[in-house]
């Protein structure tokens, strides 16, 4: 298939989302409790849940993230300067009532973790790392994942990270001065989709580095056009986890 083929089928895809023949009226990270978009609390609450969004149904994590903060006796997980105060057992109790975390000791581990590099690296505001880099994603992605990814565990992941600076995009006040640099999360339904596509090949979406191949893949295309990488992501996300319906 050539390009020209494939940018028609991508494009069709983006407009199957915005006409909603795909699903995606309520999406995972809607589950929220409708913070100021620009509050600290808000940039937490989309922060501090996405590190434990792996090979889960987001759906379900983010309805328990709800459900956490909405208790006064559970939701204060979502503030580093308190979460550190309280005893590993407290923590571990809260996250797992409601099932935030389901491996009670790895992921309470993580989310402390976290929560310290905050305190460490931005006196507990992460919107002070935006700042820093001047909103800028190649910046940043690189401050995690490069410079300082042991600080940032999962959060610091290929799929994840990306998604994150997504979903802060979508549901804080924060906006990027280059767009063009957000790629999409390569997470299982994204790659079944890419591949679904045509954009990458069966023995490619076997390979181990078959993330950084669909995000590649994704830049190439889209280069020239008038769509952003990140453009296609939630329509690529959609259409997998939907079962590929409305066929390109």
């Not at 913070?35 to 987001?58: A, D, G, H, I």
């Not at 099932?99 to 790895?106: E, G, I, S, T």
Request: charge should be positive; charged fraction near 30%; aromatic fraction near 12%.
């Amino acid at each position: 298939m050539n390009k020209k083929e494939l940018l028609n089928k991508a494009e069709k895809l983006i407009n199957l989302y915005k006409e909603g023949k795909i699903g995606g009226e309520v999406m995972p990270e809607d589950a929220n409790p409708g913070l100021e978009k620009s509050s600290l609390e808000n940039y937490l609450y989309f922060t501090l849940p996405m590190t434990l969004n792996y090979q889960r149904n987001s759906y379900k994590l983010w309805e328990s993230a709800l459900k956490t903060y909405n208790n006064k006796e559970t939701n204060f997980v979502f503030n580093p300067k308190i979460c550190l105060k309280k005893t590993f057992e407290e923590v571990q109790s809260a996250l797992t009532k409601y099932k935030v975390a389901l491996q009670k000791q790895k992921q309470t581990e993580i989310w402390l973790k976290l929560c310290n590099t905050f305190i460490e690296l931005f006196d507990g505001d992460i919107r002070k790392l935006f700042d820093l880099y001047d909103n800028r994603v190649e910046k940043i992605r690189k401050y995690i994942q490069v410079e300082n990814k042991k600080k940032f565990p999962y959060l610091s992941g290929t799929k994840i990270c990306n998604y994150w600076l997504y979903v802060i995009y979508q549901y804080t006040d924060r906006k990027y001065k280059d767009m063009e640099n957000l790629t999409v999360a390569p997470d299982t339904h994204v790659c079944k989709a890419t591949l679904k596509l045509g954009l990458i090949t069966e023995e490619e979406y076997s390979k181990n580095n078959v993330q950084l191949i669909v995000i590649d893949r994704w830049k190439k295309l889209l280069n020239g056009t008038k769509y952003n990488q990140i453009d296609i992501h939630t329509p690529l996300w959609l259409w997998s986890r939907n079962g590929f319906i409305n066929k390109l």
